[in-house]
């Protein structure tokens, strides 16, 4: 079985910074791609950054300058540094992991969400 486990969500000012994690563990053949994804309330789920295996990185419009994606691939753990918050950084952030389960095939996997609030 594979598990996706964020941490690091909380209440945060405008301008203020966060650091969410995403630790991968279970029955993983091979990881590739992973990703933070956020939705807030009313609205889709959209992508905010993601990395490769190799550490190629893309991001959302609304976060370049101001977030960084990174990963520490012998933990299995992907990063997202976020700094200078905005109200309308207030989402519920997810983590997504490509994976190939040793027993399952592969295929996406999800975290079970974080809570990010910026609020002054």
């Known amino acids: 079985q594979v598990q996706l486990v964020e941490s690091g969500g909380g209440l945060v000012q405008p301008g203020g910074s966060l650091r969410l994690s995403c630790a991968a563990s279970g029955s993983i053949f091979s990881l590739y791609a992973m990703g933070w994804y956020r939705q807030a309330p009313g609205k889709q789920r959209d992508l905010v950054a993601a990395?490769?295996?190799?550490?190629?990185?893309n991001y959302a419009d609304s976060v370049k300058g101001r977030f960084t994606i990174s990963r520490d691939n012998v933990k299995r753990t992907v990063y997202l540094q976020m700094n200078s918050l905005k109200p309308e950084d207030t989402a519920v952030y997810y983590c997504?992991?490509?994976?190939?389960?040793?027993?399952?095939?592969?295929?996406?996997?999800w975290g079970q969400g974080t809570q990010v609030t910026v609020s002054s």
């Open positions: 997504k992991a490509d994976i190939i389960a040793q027993y399952g095939g592969r295929g996406d996997y």
């Open positions: 990395v490769t295996s190799g550490g190629s990185t």
